[in-house]
């Protein structure tokens, strides 16, 4: 005769099941902590990077006047950004861009390639956008060969902007600063770099707690939804985080205004 489970086997079969789960769960948000403990990481890194070179050069990164004489030809041209190794010393590391033509300055490209001649951050960066991205609606401006990439996701990357390229609504806060990050995934043409985000709102709020005051629309770093989509990362009242929305569709500002004083 045939017999079934008792109580007591089932009972211990769905604790070994729920135990699993527990594990596995577990397991995964380990990961993820990991990782965002990454990008704090990098991000520490890059505010380290930029005083360093500060230090040592007196001059911004991507806005020195005389990097050709510094690196030669490993910088490019004796000229200025963007054709050239060599920035406008006016204070403002440029990312200008002019809507389907070459852009009118690309400090911002420069930017990365001047630390990583100098030895203040790893890796080579080529100093200058992709070929035809400003005339293209599927090549994307910007990627590991010119701005850092994050190892939180492939294509995260830090893009740097100026005044004159943020969207002057996008946050309602007074932005009295020169330049900021965006820390995104790129996209393709000239007119964004957002494809899509990798963080969820939970994660923001993990970032922004650990370095900054915890909401997304004030302090130095700032979440927002990516793409252009319908806002799912913040409440745009109270500004609290919608740490209960699970979409990986947001993006990071990065606006530490002791970075570029």
Known sequence: ????????????????????????SAGSSLIQQ????TIMNEMRMIETAIKTFVVAYNDLPGDMPN?????????????????????????IIGATISTGLAPS????????????????????????????CFTSSTIPCHNSNNSF???FSDDLLFVLWDLSYVPASSLPESWNYVNIFKIDRNSSG???????GVFTPQDLYNIDKKLDDGKAMSGSIQGNTSGGSSQVC????????LIYENTRNCNIYWIDKRLFN
């Not at 490209?109 to 956008?129: C, K, N, P």
């Open 1 to 24: 005769m045939k017999k079934g489970f008792s109580l007591v086997e089932l009972s211990i079969v769905i604790i070994i099941i729920g135990l699993l789960f527990v594990g596995v």
């Open 149 to 151: 990439e994050s190892r």
């Open 67 to 91: 990097a050709y004489d510094i690196w030669g030809d490993d910088c490019g041209p004796n000229s200025l950004a963007g054709a050239g190794c060599n920035g406008n010393d006016n204070g």
């Open 34 to 37: 990991a990782k965002l403990r």
């Open 190 to 196: 000239y007119t964004t770099n957002d494809a899509g």
């Open 234 to 241: 913040f409440d745009v009242t109270s500004f609290d985080y």
């Open 105 to 132: 300055e690309t400090e911002r490209y420069r930017f990365w390639q001047h630390m990583s001649l100098a030895g203040v951050i790893d890796g080579s960066f080529t100093g200058s956008e992709n070929d035809s």
